[in-house]
């Protein structure tokens, strides 16, 4: 019966990541199976933190975020877990040797978005390495299991990589994040008076991460290369819509990449896989 409730912890986590995004749930659906029950689990532990920041409104928030911290921990530890979404997780964390530094970091990000209004130079690389980066490691982790001169070759282009979604999702959200929650991600910058420079230096500076990234992507082997790259290819394309809007427009509204284009991404990234090219 153990068997039973493990299945049903992981599809938990699996349909969390289809419940919440199209984009990560398409590209998991691309990795060979083996790989795809621990990234869903890894993907429902961060989407469940990320809720608690976000979501939760109205509620104790800092209470909800130390009795996740707690349960995780235990559950880890015990190897057992009565939350589905938590047990899927630390099933993965020790079959696949997960540093617990990268889920310290990462909930001491969920914490600082408690604390942290406004972001200065340091304080953002430290909420983006524990928010994005150490999520790409996790996912390097069950890329490359038993395989640490692997790993440790691609851990730089995996972390430019969650950077550079992290930094596209700031732009995208920026109405919700400065208007709502009146948080700034990006350091000196004042959104009274948001300029078409400043925006096009922040632009330029993601793009910079999705360079450095790339060749890391096109060194993946093959069985999760076609995932991975067709994110990115999703991540892309969202950060050029953003690129063809005023400052003033992107304050106004949340964008994003049609289902249609979603769908020529994922035909156009396939072809290219099947014949050669990535």
């Known amino acids: 019966m153990m068997q039973l409730y493990d299945k049903n912890a992981f599809d938990c986590s699996k349909i969390t990541a289809n419940n919440y995004s199209t984009s990560f749930s398409m590209g998991i659906r691309l990795f060979k199976q083996k790989y795809r029950p621990a990234i869903y689990a890894i993907y429902g532990f961060v989407r469940f933190a990320d809720e608690i920041v976000d979501t939760f409104h109205g509620h104790d928030k800092k209470l909800l975020l130390d009795n996740l911290k707690k349960e ?146 096109m060194k993946l082997h093959k069985d999760v290369r076609l995932g991975v790259y067709l994110a990115y290819r999703y991540y892309l394309e969202l950060l050029k819509k953003i690129r063809e809007t005023s400052p003033e427009e992107i304050l106004q509204q949340r964008y994003r990449v049609s289902d249609t284009t979603k769908m020529w991404l994922l035909a156009d990234s396939w072809f290219g896989y099947q014949f050669g090219k990535l």
């Open 72 to 217: 995780t921990w235990l559950a880890i530890d015990s190897g057992l877990c009565t939350n589905p979404i938590l047990h899927s997780f630390q099933k993965v964390v020790t079959e696949y040797d997960i540093d617990r530094e990268y889920i310290e970091a990462f909930l001491h990000s969920m914490e600082m978005d408690l604390n942290y209004k406004t972001y200065n130079q340091q304080e953002i690389k430290e909420y983006i390495y524990g928010s994005a980066e150490v999520v790409g490691l996790m996912c390097l982790k069950i890329f490359y299991k038993n395989k640490p001169d692997e790993f440790k070759e691609l851990v730089y282009p995996a972390r430019k990589l969650g950077e550079a979604f992290q930094k596209v999702n700031f732009l995208r959200d920026i109405r919700a994040d400065y208007v709502d929650k009146q948080r700034i991600y990006f350091p000196g910058v004042e959104f009274e008076n948001f300029t078409q420079e400043q925006k096009k230096k922040i632009e330029d500076d993601i793009l910079y991460d999705f360079e450095e990234a790339r060749p890391g992507i």
